[in-house]
């Protein structure tokens, strides 16, 4: 199965490894130094490497944008219970996160919208394989 590392630019970058502990992930010191830290989503498939402003413009010759001013882009991460992704709020607004608007819960399916410290969008969900419709049901129930 193929790795995915999403790159995110941090201003502080001992506060974004304190905010993601925080959060229940992991840090993978043999992939981290000065420049970045690899966090560790799943062990083997999902990771986050949370790198300086300056290490993360080496990779681009394109202005690096504010991600708490003008979102690019919102990783969603969907955990095993409603609780746990109560959990991840819960720690991740303590450590630093805001949560901008309420839960959206669609019965089959549960998320909580959490933006860590530099503005980064995370997605915490829950889905009940027993009773998820697709699309078409959120589409319904948004109607």
């Known amino acids: 199965m193929p790795a995915m590392f999403v790159n995110l630019p941090a201003t502080d970058l001992a506060r974004s ?44 010759d394109l202005p690096i944008g504010d991600p708490a001013v003008n979102p690019s882009v919102s990783t969603a991460i969907f955990l095993d219970s409603r609780e746990a992704v109560d ?16 839960a959206t819960d669609y019965g089959f399916m549960y998320q909580r919208q959490l933006n860590d410290p530099d503005g980064n969008i995370l997605e915490f969900g829950w889905l009940d394989p027993a009773t998820a419709q697709g699309p078409e049901a959120v589409a319904n129930q948004q109607a």
């Open 17 to 60: 490894k304190a905010f993601y502990t925080a959060i229940g992930f992991t840090i993978n010191p043999a992939m981290s130094d000065h420049n970045g830290a690899c966090v560790v989503v799943e062990e083997g498939h999902s990771y986050f490497m949370i790198l300086t402003r300056e290490y993360f413009q080496t990779f681009t």
């Open 87 to 102: 959990k991840a709020l819960t720690d991740g607004t303590a450590a630093g996160g805001a949560e901008p608007h309420s």
